[in-house]
């Protein structure tokens, strides 16, 4: 039987809304010539909604449909330069715009698009990369930005240069030591930035997201590897050594295993040759590496987006 003694109305605690997944494709004809942005974005917003909930009083809010009106519109009257300044403009134009809205949150994901060389005139044809996905989150609250960037599905692999020994042994251990083994992960990683303030000199968005990616890869592919985890600390150090405008950096890294095949029944040996590559159960790594004095902000759950 449910305990009712207990006193206090329920109240109302964190909430936001906001339309999902608004998917908006931009080209730019530049002539002949056409560049493409393609975004998956995200609005989230947050302020005083408690009437809505409390009563279904509408009077403080912004329908979801308007939010989905406003990215087309922004794609037509500010461009798409970056995905983070994109979210800038949206956030901004959210909460400056509509008094009872106190915070906005963007969340976008880029696609690539690669160009496809044609002979003759114009250059209009792309094909999809299918390499990482490119992330930013933007928060603002009227006074402070929060400018997250990112990206996931970026697999990476090290066919040699790693080993994985002297751990803790129980009675349920049986993976044996490996001295030479596959080094492999879907790198999920997101970045935040020290910029909070437009007073501050703005980042070139797209100039950090490249270089830190080459920092990345620079540093998952140069450090002999002794486990994920140093391997981990490596390209966040590497990141935040090169990149003074990153203080922080958040790393999600599935072990994608290559277990090597036993070949012995068929007369071969397997000399670090054939493997299997198994999708699950997976090891998985997460840590996130500070500029020394920074504090942590980025949360865990924000390297599923």
Same mark, same amino acid.
């Given at each position: ?43 989230? !917003? ?26 087309? %519109? ?76 990112? !990206? ?25 030591? @490996? ?37 990345? !890869?620079?540093?998952? %592919? ?37 277990? !090597? ?16 590559? @198994? ?16 504090? @942590? ?9």
């Amino acid at each position: 039987m449910a305990d009712t003694s207990r006193p206090g109305r329920p109240v109302l605690g964190q909430n936001q809304y906001g339309k999902a997944e608004n998917r908006v494709v931009k080209i730019t004809r530049d002539g002949a010539t056409h560049h493409i942005k393609d975004l998956n974005v995200s609005v989230s !917003l947050s302020g005083d909604m408690e009437e809505v909930h409390y009563s279904g009083s509408n009077a403080n809010v912004l329908p979801t449909d308007t939010t989905k009106n406003t990215v087309y %519109a922004f794609a037509k009257k500010h461009g798409i330069d970056s995905a983070e300044q994109f979210g800038i403009h949206l956030a901004r134009h959210f909460v400056t715009s509509q008094e009872p809205i106190h915070r906005a949150r963007i969340r976008i994901e880029e696609y690539a698009w690669e160009r496809v060389e044609t002979p003759g005139e114009g250059a209009h044809s792309f094909v999809r990369k299918g390499q990482e996905t490119r992330l930013a989150q933007i928060a603002y609250d009227g006074e402070r930005w929060e400018v997250v960037s990112g !990206l996931k599905d970026l697999t990476v692999l090290n066919s040699t240069d790693s080993e994985f020994w002297g751990y803790v042994r129980d009675e349920y251990t049986t993976l044996p030591e @490996a001295r030479d083994r596959v080094l492999a992960t879907d790198v999920s990683a997101r970045w935040r930035y020290h910029w909070a303030d437009d007073a501050e000199p703005v980042p070139d968005w797209d100039e950090s997201y490249a270089r830190t990616r080459e920092h990345l !890869l620079s540093a998952f %592919a140069e450090t002999y590897s002794l486990s994920l985890q140093q391997t981990l600390y490596a390209m966040g150090s590497r990141i935040v050594d090169h990149r003074p405008e990153i203080d922080e950096v958040r790393f999600s890294l599935p072990n994608k295993h290559h277990f !090597l095949v036993d070949l012995t029944p068929f007369g071969l040996e397997n000399d670090n040759e054939v493997y299997f590559a @198994a999708d699950r159960p997976y090891g998985l790594i997460e840590a996130t590496v500070l500029r020394d004095g920074c504090e @942590a902000r980025i949360p865990a759950d924000l390297t599923n987006l």
